[in-house]
């Protein structure tokens, strides 16, 4: 039998349960991308692939990680670093990709979020943060799912764009 999606699964280990929905997502994220770059072989042509134009599937694992790290950066109430600056322009470029370094990238985004979680006292989930350099307002809360959701919007597209690009290899 298949495993449940990681909604299913339970309460994960020192997560407050009003964060354990996006906990969820973010173990689904992680889960999704070692499924289609790692267990079902996209090659580095692959995830470099843009049918049609789209993102290619290399470019949302990039985003995944990249965006996970910016935004819980602003969850704790800190400006980006200049390398996470540089680090997001660079999530656009292509060139040689390593399946196996992409999905890291992201297993090690989704494990630092879920770390800052458990961290997170429940008491500080409303207080004020500002986004970005316009210092746009947010909550800690709100950053904390927005970081899930839209790894979950990007999980999604990776997903699409890799079986487009799966069901135009051909056969030798």
Request: proline share 5%; aromatic share 2%.
């Given at each position: ?12 280990a020192?997560?407050d349960p009003?964060?354990?929905p ?12 070692e ?11 692959e995830?470099?692939a843009?049918?049609?134009g ?43 990709v390593?399946p ?50 839209h ?17 135009t290899?051909?056969?030798?």
């Amino acid at each position: 039998m298949e495993e449940p999606e990681a909604w299913l699964r339970g309460p994960i280990a020192g997560i407050d349960p009003l964060l354990m929905p996006a906990a969820h997502a973010l173990l689904q994220v992680r889960e999704e991308a070692e499924r289609v770059v790692i267990k079902e072989g996209l090659s580095p042509d692959e995830l470099e692939a843009r049918p049609g134009g789209v993102a290619a599937v290399a470019f949302h694992l990039r985003h995944i990680a990249g965006s996970i790290d910016r935004l819980a950066t602003y969850a704790r109430g800190e400006k980006l670093s200049d390398d996470q600056r540089a680090a997001a322009a660079e999530e656009t470029a292509g060139g040689a990709v390593d399946p196996a370094s992409l999905v890291g990238g992201v297993s090690k985004a989704v494990e630092a979020a879920l770390e800052q979680m458990r961290e997170t006292p429940r008491v500080s989930l409303t207080e004020a943060r500002a986004v970005g350099r316009a210092g746009l307002p947010s909550t800690v809360i709100g950053l904390l799912f927005h970081l899930a959701e839209h790894a979950q919007r990007h999980a999604g597209q990776a997903l699409t764009t890799a079986k487009i690009v799966r069901g135009t290899r051909t056969s030798a």
